[in-house]
């Protein structure tokens, strides 16, 4: 009976190591031997850009740690930029149709004529609020205010095209970033979200409107606009774990953060962003026409001019914010054009969260959830949910979950790119990683290769994303924008972001997961030395 025992012991272990072997480890050992169709992070894999246009990249080889191009080093030689170098090569110089006047969002002959009205309708309003203001006493600092044809904001909404907000080399965004760190500040006012609401404010409801933020519209001397939303968070703090995403804090530095990143990634989809230290005294107080903003301003008992939302103030006066006595950091957004001459539709997330304590989404529970999105308009064909994978990857590295809605131009309809607004709830946390911000990526198993070689890159120690975004951001006044351990998790997630999409092409392969967007496969990339020359 005993003997009988072990032999029947001795044949299920066998068995068992039998069907370990044949089904877990010849596999792997068949991936790592072949390296056709299955991505190792062990040998190269052919994973070029191919031509178009004349233009074509290197080969990009490996995940997370390839070889360095021929001639590069890991660092500068000669302490150069890295930013600059990665600008220069030529996944960043990759050459798009030049945009029709269709693929244009706004023609310029149009574009002065409703801003001419609108400056015209400007000094109207101004003369009969002096007017008025003459006669009750008040007193309102006026500037004098001129439209200027050759703007840079000007120049910003001309250049919005089908594929991006402003195009690579674009001399209007750095001039545009200048123009609202240092010009004048001529009129304050509450957000149109603000004004909709008309001050109401429902203290019951766990997550607030939009118009409920602490966030103003400020106007430029050359009629720009912009929005202004203040420091609320110190750099060094992180969001406390008991916080639900819903009720975070708005972070300045998120939005100046979040536009260079989105530069970086070659998006494109995030308005410029500047920072900037403004005297709430000077340049919002006292320059506002609207009275129900002057109303919610008051001098704190430490001396400093404070002031804050309408609905807070009913529900928690402690939300109010305080300058230094009156200097104030906060982030100044570019407006994009108004809704009357650039409408915009915005659109549910499909990963939309649960915006109460307790609830949950499909998508939580469902790992094929995905295979629902697939059937639906309009995610059913064109880019739109290789668009929203996009975001999603753009979200994981700044730790925003709060991405509940998205707005496209409908001019450009279904093809048109997916507008990457309102990040100032990222930058939260940087020890910890959220992955199911990544749902999108992990359950569709979908990537644009472009901006799979573009993540490829910045994960190569001489494009290494920290650091180009660490050079970035030190051209904001307000640097630095991100602490230490902030710029060094956009690495640790770049590299999870990464294995997610290998996991991918291991169980799939790489042709359904890695989509060709914009490219046209070749079999012959060019070098870097051809690639030189077409430029």
């Not at 994960?459 to 640097?479: N, Y």
């Not at 997610?500 to 046209?520: H, W």
Request: proline share 6%.
């Amino acid at each position: 009976m005993m003997r009988r025992d072990r032999l029947f012991l001795a044949a299920t272990l066998t068995a068992i190591f039998s069907a370990d072997l044949y089904f877990i480890l010849l596999p792997k050992l068949r991936s790592v031997g072949q390296g056709s169709g299955h991505f190792c992070p062990c040998g190269p894999i052919n994973l070029t850009l191919p031509r178009h246009g004349g233009l074509a990249t290197p080969q990009l080889s490996n995940w997370t740690s390839a070889p360095p191009l021929d001639g590069i080093t890991s660092e500068a030689a000669d302490g150069g930029s890295k930013l600059g170098r990665l600008f220069a090569h030529p996944l960043y110089n990759i050459q798009t149709p030049v945009p029709g006047p269709e693929e244009r969002l706004l023609q310029a002959e149009h574009l002065m004529e409703h801003y001419r009205r609108k400056v015209s309708r400007w000094e109207r309003h101004m003369k009969l609020y002096s007017e008025a203001a003459a006669m009750s006493n008040n007193t309102v600092t006026e500037h004098e205010v001129t439209f200027d044809a050759g703007a840079s904001w000007l120049k910003f909404h001309l250049g919005i095209n089908r594929y991006a907000l402003y195009s690579r080399q674009d001399r209007a965004i750095p001039q545009l970033l200048k123009d609202m760190q240092s010009m004048t500040v001529v009129s304050s006012d509450y957000t149109q979200d603000e004004k909709a609401l008309k001050g109401a404010c429902d203290c019951t409801k766990v997550v607030k409107p939009s118009g409920h933020h602490l966030k103003l519209a400020l106007k430029m001397q050359n009629f720009a606009k912009v929005m202004f939303k203040p420091m609320r968070q110190q750099r060094d703090e992180e969001t406390p774990e008991d916080f639900f995403y819903f009720v975070d804090f708005q972070r300045h530095n998120a939005e100046i953060a979040a536009f260079h990143l989105d530069r970086i990634l070659d998006f494109r989809r995030v308005p410029p962003v500047a920072g900037r230290l403004v005297n709430i005294t000077g340049e919002v107080l006292q320059v506002t026409h609207n009275e129900d903003l002057r109303a919610v301003f008051f001098t704190s008992p430490a001396n400093n001019t404070c002031f804050f939302a309408k609905c807070l103030y009913v529900c928690k006066t402690e939300y109010a914010v305080c300058g230094g006595p009156d200097l104030l950091e906060g982030s100044l957004s570019a407006y994009l054009p108004g809704l009357s001459i650039a409408p915009r539709i915005s659109i549910p997330n499909p990963w939309i969260r649960s915006y109460t304590f307790t609830g949950r989404e499909e998508w939580e529970g469902n790992p094929f959830y995905c295979d629902i999105i697939k059937q639906l308009y309009p995610y059913n064909s064109g880019n739109r949910l290789l668009n929203i994978i996009d975001m999603s990857i753009f979200d994981f590295l700044t730790s925003n979950m709060d991405r509940h809605h998205y707005e496209i131009f409908t001019k450009f309809g279904d093809e048109g790119f997916l507008l990457h607004l309102d990040n100032a709830r990222g930058f939260g946390k940087h020890s910890q990683d959220e992955m199911s911000i990544l749902a999108p990526l992990s359950q569709c198993c979908m990537i644009k290769r472009s901006t799979l070689m573009r993540l490829q890159l910045l994960a190569r120690p001489e494009f290494r994303l920290s650091d180009v975004m660490r050079e970035s951001l030190e051209g904001d006044p307000l640097q630095p924008i991100l602490t230490e351990p902030h710029l060094l998790a956009l690495d640790r997630r770049l590299q999870k972001v990464l294995r997610t999409v290998q996991r991918c092409s291991r169980r799939l392969g790489e042709d359904e997961v890695i989509a060709k967007d914009f490219v046209k496969s070749t079999a012959s990339p060019q070098t870097v030395t051809e690639t030189e020359q077409v430029r």
